[in-house]
């Protein structure tokens, strides 16, 4: 059974410019999570999408957005990318309620 | 909002000693849940505790949750090299429905030969 995937695994960018990073989660599971970690902030909460449908959201400015479709792949967007946004950002899935996610391997994020 | 703490930050330990990570939240928790992310690598789900008192174990590993459902740890006995790595809590916020995980700040295990 395939994880979860990333892409891509690597990006640069500038300032002002935006991103886009996707997720295909493993077969079956309905719900996506995505995350971002760094060393100083750890992992944070950005939001979960079930359904195609976002059923909830982290602390994040609007600047940060996500969709999902129908075949459970997801996207999240960052648009007028900071500095302060490079990041390694994961992507999490699970097969329903209360249970546990598994984690992609990461879209690591510089943004210079 | 729901906040995790996670002790110690950093821990050495030479090969063979136990080493143990509290984690605490400012909750109460429908379930606790345990990850392992290697250097350089992601997050790796280890084990779920959802029962007030509950003990598990895997090999070497042995997880704990609080009675009053706030608190957790996770005790590593005779570490190996292989165990080094970064040890998260989460704590599932807003139901047990909702995928928002809020993670403690990890704790660092380095292991010497």
């Known amino acids: 059974k395939a994880g979860v995937t990333q892409t891509p695994r690597y990006l640069i960018k500038t300032r002002g410019q935006q991103v886009t990073l996707s997720c295909s989660p493993i077969s079956g599971h309905r719900s996506v999570s995505w995350y971002q970690q760094t060393p100083g902030q750890g992992l944070q909460f950005l939001f979960e999408?079930?359904?195609?449908?976002?059923?909830n959201k982290g602390n994040f400015p609007g600047r940060f957005s996500g969709r999902q479709f129908s075949n459970s792949r997801s996207e999240m967007n960052v648009s007028t990318l900071e500095l302060g946004d490079s990041a390694l950002y994961l992507c999490?899935?699970?097969?329903?309620?209360?249970?546990?996610?598994?984690f992609g391997a990461g879209t690591r994020l510089s943004v210079l | 909002g729901q906040q995790v703490m996670q002790i110690p930050q950093y821990q050495h330990v030479q090969e063979g000693e136990d080493f143990t990570t509290y984690c605490n939240s400012s909750?109460?928790?429908?379930?606790i849940q345990w990850y392992k992310q290697r250097p350089g690598g992601h997050p790796v789900f280890l084990i779920q505790?959802?029962?007030?008192?509950e003990v598990k174990k895997q090999k070497r590993l042995t997880f704990q949750f609080g009675e009053a459902k706030k608190n957790s740890s996770l005790h590593i006995t005779a570490t190996q090299t292989t165990d080094v790595g970064t040890y998260f809590c989460?704590?599932?916020?807003?139901?047990?429905?909702?995928?928002?995980?809020?993670f403690g700040q990890g704790t660092i295990l380095t292991v010497h030969p």
């Open positions: 999490a899935s699970r097969m329903g309620a209360g249970l546990e996610q598994y």
């Open positions: 999408y079930f359904s195609e449908t976002q059923r």
């Open positions: 909750t109460t928790l429908s379930n």
């Open positions: 989460a704590g599932p916020d807003g139901g047990t429905s909702y995928g928002k995980l809020t």
């Open positions: 505790l959802v029962k007030s008192g």
